[in-house]
């Protein structure tokens, strides 16, 4: 009788463990270069993408930064989102390939209604062939650079990994205007910020499954791997996988809640103290999966582009010598105290045009400022050097060196 209560507890406690693999694609930015479209979509999408994405870390009386009601841009950078997941929505399953995005905190996928060319090319959810779909009857909208996504509020049955979330609220999209949607490679976005941030009236998928009981502890962890295979790596839901990094683990506290907001304390380029150290406060900095980039603000970007010995091209991208990137320096960033360091080789995008490899820098400029500080973009080229853990329970974000990654010496 003990042995089969015991069984009964390690079930539980596996299915309380939730994985999901993360495949990886190229991104949108190197399809659109490659079709000599990258520069027309920029001058189309560029201004202020930055602002509008992450405008909730402003208090509202910052006119400069209104943008309308409470819907931000938080769909440009997904131009450069690598990593990807399956879900599935409705009775029977119909699935969608999702971006598991920290930097937002809706679920939307394409609606069978939807009118867009995007969604043509996408798979749609199909209300009427699902015996457990409710409709909700209210609208949602997200603001991004070149349009407005619209769409409808409906409740569904809703498969994550091993684990179903009842009564979920989820976006139908039955706009989606922006050439940006007609190549991604992703169907829909699953967002993973807190409650704050979302648009849709509702609970968040996470905050759903805390609140069923569905996961061990209120944590999500992301393992993000970089390199030629298709496997991207993956999110867990309910703990870690301890077998992914080295401990100790790193915390920082969430300074605002809505996106993962943290304390930076400055960054150092070489073992030099460069950048967000000259205030007591330090910097901010957001923890974004969504957003393939590192950002940073204008004035510093530019000159760590310079440290980089990196040419500016029309697009705002930087290229880099691919024959010098073993030489580049190495750029750290001090998180409650300690150095989370990446090398040339950790933070150069590498593509290949034409049959020739051509490099460019993992970091870009992002224009507002702020009164608690500069604000930083943490987006997959840092996270993809390190094990990331996002703690609800107790508002907190956990930072570890990868199981078999070799320490950086600077």
Same mark, same amino acid.
């Given at each position: 009788m003990r042995t089969g209560l015991i069984l009964l507890g390690l079930l539980g406690f596996v299915q309380s463990l939730v994985r999901v693999p993360l495949s990886r694609v190229p991104p949108l930015r190197g399809r659109l270069r490659a079709a000599g479209q990258l520069e027309e979509f920029l001058r189309e999408h560029q201004p202020d993408a930055f602002s509008r994405r992450y405008a909730h870390c402003f208090p509202p009386a910052q006119h400069y930064l209104r943008t309308g009601g409470r819907a931000k841009e938080r769909l440009y950078n997904y131009m450069d989102a690598q990593f990807f997941g399956q879900i599935s929505l409705g009775k029977p399953e119909q699935n969608f390939t999702v971006v598991f995005d920290t930097g937002s905190s809706d679920l939307w996928v394409p609606s069978s209604y939807c009118v867009s060319q995007a969604c043509a090319i996408h798979h749609k959810f199909k209300a009427f062939e699902s015996s457990t779909y409710a409709h909700d009857g209210r609208v949602f909208g997200i603001h991004y650079g070149s349009g407005h996504l619209q769409g409808v509020m409906a409740r569904e049955q809703l498969k994550v990994g091993s684990v179903r979330v009842q009564n979920q609220v989820f976006g139908e999209a039955v706009y989606e205007p922006g050439f940006s949607f007609v190549l991604? %490679?992703?169907?829909?976005? @699953?967002g993973l910020g807190f409650p704050q941030l979302a648009e849709e009236v509702g609970s968040p998928v996470f905050d759903s499954m805390i609140a069923q009981g569905l996961l061990d502890e209120p944590i999500f962890s992301f393992y993000l791997k970089n390199g030629d295979s298709s496997f991207g790596g993956e999110v867990m839901f309910g703990g870690v996988d301890e077998t992914r990094f080295v401990s100790p683990i790193i915390w920082a506290p969430v300074t605002q809640k809505g996106y993962w907001q943290i304390r930076l304390d400055g960054v150092k380029v070489q073992g030099a103290l460069s950048f967000c150290y000259s205030s007591n406060h330090g910097c901010q900095a957001v923890v974004d999966t969504g957003t393939s980039l590192i950002g940073g603000p204008v004035k510093d970007i530019m000159l760590l582009q310079q440290f980089l010995g990196g040419t500016p091209t029309v697009a705002g991208e930087y290229l880099l010598d691919c024959a010098r990137i073993r030489s580049l320096p190495v750029v750290s960033f001090m998180i409650n105290g300690v150095e989370f360091s990446l090398t040339g080789e950790q933070y150069v995008r590498r593509e290949m045009l034409n049959n020739k490899e051509i490099c460019f820098s993992g970091f870009q400029?992002? /224009?507002? +400022?702020? +009164?608690a500080g500069a604000i930083w973009i943490l987006g /997959?080229?840092? @996270?993809?050097?390190? *094990?990331?853990? *996002? /703690?609800?329970? %107790?508002?907190?974000?956990? @930072?570890?060196? @990868?199981?078999?990654?070799?320490k950086v010496i600077v």
């Open positions: 991604a %490679h992703f169907d829909g976005v @699953l400029s992002i /224009d507002f +400022p702020s +009164p /997959d080229v840092f @996270l993809s050097q390190f *094990y990331s853990i *996002y /703690d609800r329970g %107790h508002n907190r974000v956990g @930072l570890a060196r @990868l199981a078999g990654a070799a």
